[in-house]
């Protein structure tokens, strides 16, 4: 079968692109042609809060990646449309994860049903923005209308799908593991990649900084007199994506220069097993969550996680099992990071490593073939 990807891929940075390109490589070794369709321009840089959306480490071997997109130019939207109209794939995956892009990829996905040929199949991130804007809910609604089928990674978001698409197949299915970083490194030898001290108890929270992950509430939980009686240190790595004052202003109030430790940059593929591998456990603090990027990268390096009840982080997380899920607040928060010290890492163990069989590429592929045979070409 002839599968095209449309979504970030390198030189776009980010989970997202590592994704499509890990999911490409998984067609190919399968047996199917597959390319990706990625942005020339992806977000005007006044939309974009991080630094840079470009990677500098080199592009991925073995993969077609064409960077065609021009998100906010509608003349570009019916070139690239016709085109793949022209070259009629039989199988589009894309991937939805905000309505900005709702406008442009709707409008190609259009053109590409006009040859009856192509199945397209949506692999929805997320539905319902975690951040709303006006004019959301329309933008949503004509990209979906575009779409044969959708696959989604948590049960949220499919109950939100079902708000706007009704009775198109749809299948859930677990977010397959990030294996492409590189093999679990010693917790010592990581620490020491690092620059960080070699002994003691260090929570990760890890991945970019907005409001609704909540590192505010886990700033406030380091602040807890249990939390410092115990020595607990707190390592920060991933950029800021909204104004930082806000958060650094909660470790000066609360005197915590001394047990957080902050790599707020962007964390390069290169160096994401050092940090997911140099802490005791993963916090997840969210206000609100669909799934997270972060749980099958836990699940990969196997690192129990502590996570709020949001969402379908419980769901992926099983209580006392792959981590403790508590209340999205500092105090519950707290005191899930002191159970999880008196618990101990290997007692989580032997439960991620049972967990975590459910999350292969293999299921993901063969969901998305499945599906697109239920759209009634």
Not at 120 to 140: S, W, Y
Not at 155 to 164: G, I
Request: charged fraction near 20%.
């Amino acid at each position: 079968m002839r599968v095209l990807i449309i979504g970030p891929a390198h030189p776009l940075r980010g989970g997202l692109a590592t994704f499509n390109q890990r999911l490409a490589t998984q067609f190919l070794a399968e047996g199917h042609e597959c390319a990706l369709l990625s942005f020339s321009l992806q977000y005007p840089s006044f939309l974009f809060p991080g630094k840079t959306q470009f990677s500098d480490e080199p592009a991925p071997r073995g993969l077609v990646i064409r960077s065609l997109i021009n998100s906010v130019n509608p003349l570009n939207w019916l070139r690239v449309g016709r085109l793949l109209r022209r070259e009629k794939w039989d199988l589009v995956v894309v991937r939805f994860w905000i309505p900005f892009i709702g406008a442009s990829l709707g409008t190609i996905l259009r053109q590409v049903r006009q040859n009856r040929h192509t199945r397209i199949v949506c692999i929805a991130d997320n539905v319902i923005t975690h951040e709303a804007r006006p004019g959301d809910k329309a933008l949503t609604s004509y990209f979906l209308a575009s779409c044969h089928a959708f696959i989604t990674m948590s049960d949220k978001v499919l109950q939100d799908l079902r708000l706007f698409e009704k009775t198109k197949p749809a299948q859930l299915v677990q977010h397959p593991l990030y294996d492409t970083f590189g093999d679990r490194q010693p917790k010592a030898a990581a620490r020491a990649h690092l620059g960080l001290p070699p002994e003691g108890p260090l929570v990760l929270f890890f991945g970019f900084i907005r409001h609704y992950k909540g590192l505010d509430m886990l700033l406030e939980a380091m602040a807890d007199a249990r939390i410092r009686a115990a020595g607990i240190k707190l390592l920060v790595a991933g950029e800021f994506y909204e104004d930082e004052k806000p958060y650094l202003e909660i470790v000066d109030r609360n005197g915590l220069s001394g047990s957080v430790i902050l790599h707020t940059r962007f964390i390069p593929d290169s160096e994401v097993r050092y940090y997911l591998c140099a802490g005791d456990c993963i916090a997840q603090p969210y206000r609100n969550a669909t799934q997270s990027g972060v749980t099958p990268l836990a699940y990969h390096f196997e690192r129990p996680m502590i996570v709020t009840k949001v969402g379908g982080l419980p769901d992926l997380v099983p209580d006392r099992r792959a981590g403790l899920v508590c209340e999205p607040d500092p105090a519950s928060i707290a005191t899930a990071i002191l159970e999880f010290y008196q618990l101990g890492e290997d007692f989580f163990i032997p439960h991620l490593r049972t967990e975590k069989e459910k999350y292969s590429w293999a299921n993901l592929t063969g969901a998305i073939l499945q599906i697109s045979k239920q759209t009634g070409l």
